[in-house]
């Protein structure tokens, strides 16, 4: 199974900040990582495919890069609606779908 | 609008038993695979189960492999995790969610807003 190593796993950040959040395979998955939005109390939600490819209607002060085993997400300028947690999820060996462990970014 | 709405989650005991199911509206159900995730309170998001769209092809977690089953009725717009043998650590809220690439395994985009699974004597 391939393993998704997330960090941090908390980050604190101000209105404003740009903030970076790394994800690791445990083997090369190509561009078949997403990332995705947890508000507290909500689903999660896609905002990132294929590793770069921001989801419609997603504000672009997200993005994300990398392929192979290494990948990062980035959120330019914190918005007071962006203090969440987010996932990293590998899709390259599907079915066997894996996510990493999540970050929650706090004030 | 895509809308998946899940019910069935409650109070079970150590070893017992129960259907969870998801009612989706708002696409063609028949055209696309479906998934279930779980989240443990507080804890981050695991991979439960997968269904491909004519129901011919399913996948399990290593964690409940044996013991949860994956079905749908196109019929009915409707898909199921019926679980069994539940323990403690399957207590979570129980999110389904639509594959973005339809026939093909993808990944989930759409998703529901869980129901609550609780094991507890």
């Known amino acids: 199974d391939i393993q998704m190593t997330q960090s941090p796993s908390s980050l604190s950040a101000s209105v404003g900040d740009r903030v970076t959040i790394t994800c690791q395979a445990s083997?090369?998955?190509?561009?078949?990582l997403n990332w995705y939005q947890q508000r507290p109390g909500k689903a999660p939600k896609l905002l990132i495919y294929d590793a770069s490819n921001l989801e419609t209607g997603v504000p672009s002060r997200f993005s994300g890069s990398g392929s192979g085993t290494d990948f990062t997400f980035t959120i330019s300028s914190l918005q007071p609606g962006d203090f969440a947690t987010y996932y990293c999820q590998q899709y390259a060996d599907v079915p066997q779908y894996s996510f990493g462990q999540g970050t929650k970014l706090y004030i | 609008e895509v809308h998946l709405v899940e019910s069935g989650g409650g109070l079970v005991q150590p070893g017992g038993s129960l259907r969870l199911s998801c009612a989706a509206s708002?696409?063609?159900?028949?055209?696309?695979?479906m998934h279930w995730v779980r989240q443990a309170p507080g804890k981050g998001l695991e991979y439960v189960s997968a269904i491909s769209s004519n129901g011919g092809s399913t996948y399990y977690g290593n964690s409940v492999k044996g013991r949860f089953i994956i079905s749908r009725d196109n019929s009915k717009n409707t898909l199921y995790l019926q679980m069994g043998s539940l323990r403690a650590e399957d207590m979570a809220l129980y999110y389904c969610?639509?594959?973005?690439?339809?026939?093909?395994?993808?990944?989930?985009?759409?998703w529901g807003q869980g129901t609550l699974v609780t094991v507890s004597s």
């Open positions: 083997q090369d998955i190509d561009k078949y």
């Open positions: 708002g696409f063609t159900f028949s055209g696309y695979v």
């Open positions: 969610a639509r594959d973005r690439l339809g026939n093909n395994y993808g990944y989930p985009d759409y």
